[in-house]
């Protein structure tokens, strides 16, 4: 079935520099996305959301682009600190699906000192 | 503060036993989820409830039931716990309403079951 994925598992930056965390959907009727953040022991937190109406929001350090042509969204994470150090899902809505949502498998986020 | 708490925050049980583990949330939310996660699934959805009286089975629900007689709790049971139920089991829950196609999803913070 129709799936949301992640090209990479696994993440290693820099403090300080900027983290790209991408993430494909395949089902085109989805419409709204969702980006959290889980640290080890942890439930999910909600980062940032994006409806398909938009390209790209922005938050406090953090930027979901939506390219909806090729299927493709991206968590863009400004200036990285050692406290972004977690495991990210993308998480999508497809309308009409009585508000369920579908998980990817996660990208480890590891920040190098 | 509102929240979502699950307790216990760690279980160790035997097969074939039945075993239940709560969740609360004080946000008055109408929808709450069930999910487990493991190392290469990502978060599966187990059940997931709408509203009082209101259940529905997700994408692996066998060997669990949930009910929903209030608001607040939505208490998922393993009726006959079985190895590959060892997980670690996420509860959430969302406002969204009918009519509506946004869910943002608010965590509790697990519950690590062991089944020997």
């Known amino acids: 079935g129709e799936s949301v994925g992640l090209h990479l598992p696994t993440l290693s930056v820099q403090e300080g520099d900027n983290s790209i965390i991408n993430c494909a959907y395949s089902?085109?009727?989805?419409?709204?996305f969702i980006w959290y953040k889980q640290e080890s022991g942890k439930g999910p937190q909600f980062i940032i959301d994006?409806?398909?109406?938009?390209d790209k929001r922005q938050g406090q350090r953090v930027t979901v682009l939506l390219n909806k042509t090729v299927k493709h969204l991206s968590l863009q994470i400004a200036a990285t600190q050692p406290g972004d150090s977690a495991v990210y899902f993308c998480?999508?809505?497809?309308?009409?699906?009585?508000?369920?949502?579908?998980f990817g498998s996660g990208t480890q986020l590891t920040v190098l000192p | 503060d509102a929240e979502i708490t699950q307790s216990p925050r760690h279980k160790i049980t035997e097969t074939g036993r039945q075993v239940t583990l709560a969740c609360h949330q004080t946000?008055?939310?109408?929808?709450m989820f069930w999910y487990r996660q493991d190392l290469g699934h990502g978060l599966r959805l187990i059940h997931y409830?709408?509203?009082?009286?209101?259940?529905n089975k997700g994408e692996v629900s066998d060997g669990y039931s949930v009910s929903r007689s209030n608001t607040e709790d939505l208490p998922l049971t393993l009726e006959s716990a079985a190895s590959s139920q060892t997980s670690v089991y996420f509860c959430?829950?969302?406002?969204?309403?009918?009519?509506?196609?946004?869910?943002?999803?608010?965590f509790g913070p697990g519950t690590r079951l062991t089944v020997l």
């Open positions: 089902n085109s009727a989805s419409d709204y």
């Open positions: 409830s709408y509203g009082v009286q209101d259940t």
């Open positions: 959430a829950s969302s406002d969204a309403r009918l009519g509506g196609n946004t869910d943002t999803q608010y």
């Open positions: 998480a999508e809505n497809i309308y009409g699906s009585a508000r369920q949502l579908t």
């Open positions: 946000w008055n939310h109408n929808n």
């Open positions: 994006i409806r398909s109406n938009m």
